[in-house]
């Protein structure tokens, strides 16, 4: 059985949901964290994924492209969200200067509010990081050395060998996505290949990024299985072991799914 650690459920339409759903389960993948993109619709997902407990989960969190759409939330309020049994981590957040589409000061207190909510409520940040890396790694530090320990993980990961291995020192975890099965993604397979077994993580980050073969079509969670093989022949295991990995991975990072 898969994980998929990262997707957006709610970007598919009520009739599209069951479907999608129904696939993920046929192709094993037990559970799924749908993630949270702005707070009015992170405070929809319990709701939405209402009656599913233990095999949907979410998270709550304003993205970085959201940033300057509302007020950054104070760290407490996301953290009293994340109260709800359904919710196991906080994000997406971080920073986006691939966008840009909110300023960067903005983006950063963002990023640095959700860190604080992550460590008051004691669940993992996902962490989404694109083109940004010296200021993803700055703030990680900053916080870390002003404030205490958090736990985070870096989503969806396609950024510089240094950031992993500086998230990897503060003791973060690392996910993919399609993007490892690319046909270019030969450094990022190399970067996955030489990390520490016991931090990978699988994700879609549906319906974006489809994996090989789906590639530029729309994707789903089912699809999490072509990316959890590629790490597989990277890391030398089997598809079985691979799966065994990295929902331990997931348990150990997201305490509330264990
Ligand atoms: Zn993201």
């Known amino acids: 059985m898969l994980i998929d650690s990262h997707c957006h459920l709610d970007y598919y339409t009520g009739a599209e949901l069951p479907q999608v759903l ?5 192709a094993g993948i037990a559970e799924l964290v749908t993630i949270g993109t702005t707070l009015e ?7 939405m994924i209402a009656g599913q407990e233990g095999r949907l989960w979410c998270t709550v969190g304003v993205h970085p492209h959201h940033a300057a759409e509302a007020p950054i939330p104070d760290p407490e309020t996301l953290a009293a969200m994340a109260q709800h049994p ?3 981590g906080i994000g997406e957040s971080g920073l986006d200067y691939f966008y840009d589409r909110a300023p960067r000061d903005v983006q950063q207190a963002n990023f640095r509010a959700h860190i604080r909510a992550a460590r008051l409520a004691g669940v993992p ?3 989404h990081a694109r083109d940004a890396d010296a200021d993803i790694a700055g703030i990680l530090r900053d916080e870390w050395e002003g404030g205490g320990p ?6 969806c990961f396609s950024s510089s060998r240094q950031l992993a ?23 990022l397979r190399q970067i996955a290949g030489d990390l520490p077994a016991d931090r990978l993580l699988v994700e879609t980050d549906a319906p974006y990024l489809a994996p090989v073969p789906f590639r530029g079509k729309r994707n789903e969670p089912a699809h999490v299985v072509h990316t959890a093989k590629v790490l597989g022949e990277v890391r030398g295991l ?6 065994e990995l990295t929902t331990a991975n ?9």
């Not at 997931?250 to 264990?258: D, E, H, N, Y």
């Open 22 to 26: 129904e696939r993920a389960r046929e």
């Open 41 to 47: 619709q992170s405070g929809r997902l319990p709701d």
């Open 86 to 88: 359904a919710v196991i």
């Open 125 to 127: 940040l996902a962490i």
């Open 150 to 155: 958090f736990a985070f993980l870096l989503h």
């Open 165 to 187: 291995e500086t998230a990897i020192e503060m003791g973060g975890y690392v996910s993919f996505s399609g993007i490892l099965t690319f046909p270019k993604s030969q450094e």
């Open 238 to 243: 089997t598809p079985e072991q691979i799966a």
């Open 250 to 258: 997931f348990r150990r990072l997201f305490p509330k799914a264990a």
